[in-house]
């Protein structure tokens, strides 16, 4: 099994002993850390809504800079720190910009808190890229 970390560029670096993205199995496939609202600056919006939009974005710059697009993605994981109901319409609306056809498989869950209290969307993915050969 080869492993190649994913630096990728345009993205907040990350702030604890993590990688933003590992690609393995011969270059096929692509794990990405959890993601979260930080802009490159290091400003983060303060609604969950806004944290997503900013969050898809830099997921979609993680998958460029390895080589692949968002149709790649092949199961995301998303966290909320509030009650999805409320905030529905305009998350499925954040979704619908970056995921267009071929819906990757998905689970969503409301977690009673993250790694820092200003956190309120992460989303985690797993992408299966063109090859390498």
Known sequence: MQKEIIV????????????????????DLLFVSGIIGYRLDGTMPTTA????????????????SAGGTMADIVKVNVYLGEDFRLMRDE???????FFTNDFPVSTLVQVAGFAN???????EAIAALPSKE
């Open 49 to 64: 809504v806004e944290q997503a939009e900013v969050a898809f974005d830099n997921l979609r710059r993680v998958l460029e």
């Open 8 to 27: 990728p560029e345009g993205v907040y670096p990350p702030t604890a002993d993590f990688s933003q993205a590992i690609r393995v199995s011969g270059g």
């Open 117 to 123: 209290p200003d956190y309120l969307f992460e989303i």
């Open 91 to 97: 998350l499925r609306e954040v979704r619908a910009r």
